[in-house]
């Protein structure tokens, strides 16, 4: 028993998660990952970001998109608040509207350079009606591509909704092209952001919620170990776990906050660094609320946010597409950076938030 156990001990580990950017990819992780400090989601599609345009009275036209982009990455000390951009592909080849290519204008705020790489959602056949989303052809050329263009961490989305379900098949297509996704990714360099979004459709209570984000991240972490995902080198956005948008039945940031933990301490690895939420839909003020609920305690990652229009939505109609509004527009997306900053240290207070923060933006069945 003893020479067996010596033997045992003496045996060398195989560590099935070696790749050549294995370092640097938890060095990215961990730089994202860093304190006081989230993403900025503004990789929204062009015909999602025409709609954008659309709401203030603009074209949706390659320059139009240039000039909000420009304002966005370029607002001055955007990188105390902001470590990471996930960019559009147009966007991630695009200079702003002064020549300067986006992704140099990035690096120079301190902010780390991302890239959607999935193509969208399309019917799952066989399913309830439900979603996959498609991308994997072309992915392992198009992330080593991205990664010579400056990208250091990737973004995959797909969905499950809840009233659908979800199928045992919708769920198993939604972990098996995440981990698939993540393990091309980690191969080009990059590190994956891993996005199973539960859909805020529904009137469904809290508790359903969280049973079905159980059997989701169960279902992903699975298919990421059988894919030989180095979990040091991901960062996972999930959904925050709340009642469904037509709920009677409302949560407090509190609530939001224990379901939530609950979730990520029965699912989440500790190895993971990073677990950067989406706003899915909630106001400007209700994501940086619950947000800073959950960082009333220590967390063994980094519990902070991955927000699109969260930061955005102000932002956007303050500028309305006109030249002298820039500089007010800019301002009003630092203040909402500085305020998910503070609740990812624990220290949002709520304090002067505009009316228009405050506002609900769910749209039913939201995708990009």
């Not at 599609?45 to 709609?51: D, P």
Request: hydrophobic residues 40%.
């Amino acid at each position: 028993m003893a020479a067996a156990s010596a033997t045992l001990n003496s045996s060398p580990v195989i560590d099935k998660f070696k790749c050549s950017y294995a370092d640097e990819l938890v060095k990215t992780a961990k730089t994202v990952a860093s304190p006081g400090r989230g993403i900025l989601a503004m990789d929204e599609s062009n015909a999602t970001c025409g709609k954008r345009l659309d709401s203030i009275g603009l074209e949706n036209t390659e320059a139009n998109r240039q000039a909000y982009r420009t304002l966005l990455v370029s607002a001055p000390g955007l990188g105390n608040y902001i470590s990471g951009a996930i960019l559009f592909e147009e966007t991630l080849y695009q200079s702003t509207t002064e020549g300067k290519k986006m992704v140099d204008v990035l690096l120079e705020q301190n902010i780390v350079p991302g890239i959607k790489v999935d193509k969208g959602l399309v019917p799952l056949p066989g399913s309830n009606n439900e979603s996959w989303c498609q991308g994997l052809d072309g992915l392992s050329s198009r992330t080593a591509a991205y990664y010579q263009q400056g990208a250091r961490f990737a973004k995959w989305r797909t969905v499950v909704s809840i009233p659908n379900g979800p199928s045992a098949l919708a769920v198993k297509e939604a972990a098996w092209g995440l981990a698939r996704y993540a393990a091309i990714s980690q191969d080009s360099g990059l590190v994956p952001i891993v996005e199973p979004e539960i859909l805020l459709d529904g009137d469904h209570g809290i508790d359903r919620t969280f049973e079905v984000a159980q059997k989701v991240w169960a279902e992903v972490f699975f298919y990421l170990a059988e894919n030989n995902v180095l979990f040091e080198g991901i960062l996972l956005k999930p959904s925050m776990v709340t009642p469904g948008a037509e709920c009677k039945n409302k949560a407090t940031p509190q609530q939001v906050a224990d379901y939530t933990l609950k979730l990520l301490h029965r699912r989440i690895p500790p190895a993971v660094p990073g677990i950067m939420f989406l706003s899915g839909g909630q106001s400007e003020v209700e994501a940086t609320l619950n947000l800073n609920a959950m960082n009333q305690s220590p967390n063994p990652w980094h519990v902070s946010f991955s927000y699109a229009r969260a930061l955005q939505n102000t932002c956007l109609k303050t500028w309305g597409g006109r030249p002298e509004n820039v500089k007010a527009a800019q301002d009003t997306l630092l203040v909402r950076a500085k305020a998910n900053s503070l609740a990812q240290l624990g220290k949002y207070t709520g304090e002067g938030e505009s009316e228009e923060a405050k506002k609900g933006m769910f749209v039913k069945g939201y995708v990009y």
